[in-house]
Nanobody, 128 residues
């Protein structure tokens, strides 16, 4: 059973930074594709960043240059470093994992349904 636990959310002012973490209880973590998705009230869940087993990553246009996704395969932890935060980044952020997808990263970013495992989410609130 795969378990994902997010942490690191909180409330910050615009321009601030947060680092989200996602601890994974899973065997062969390095083989997994991982992603961060977010969902604001009244909006659909959207992909923020995804990273494959080789460490290649892709980002939503709205966060490029501000967010960085990374994996620590020794600790089974996924990170999302978020800098220059904007009010529109406010949302519940979810960690996702999958080890069977054959989709490329750009499609994975737009395909939340391709991920089999999800965390419970961590709230990020950015005030202006």
């Amino acid at each position: 059973q795969v378990q994902l636990v997010e942490s690191g959310g909180g409330s910050v002012q615009a321009g601030g930074s947060l680092r989200l973490s996602c601890a994974a209880s899973v065997y062969y973590y390095s083989r997994y594709c991982m992603g961060w998705f977010r969902q604001a009230p009244g909006k659909e869940r959207e992909g923020v960043a995804v990273i494959d087993s080789d460490g290649s990553a892709t980002y939503a246009d709205s966060v490029k240059g501000r967010f960085t996704i990374s994996k620590d395969n020794a600790k089974n932890i996924l990170y999302l470093q978020m800098n220059s935060l904007k009010p529109e980044d406010s949302a519940m952020y979810y960690c996702a994992a999958d080890d069977t997808t054959i989709l490329g990263l750009p499609r994975l970013l737009k395909s939340a349904g391709a991920f089999a495992y999800w965390g419970q989410g961590t709230q990020v609130t950015v005030s202006s």
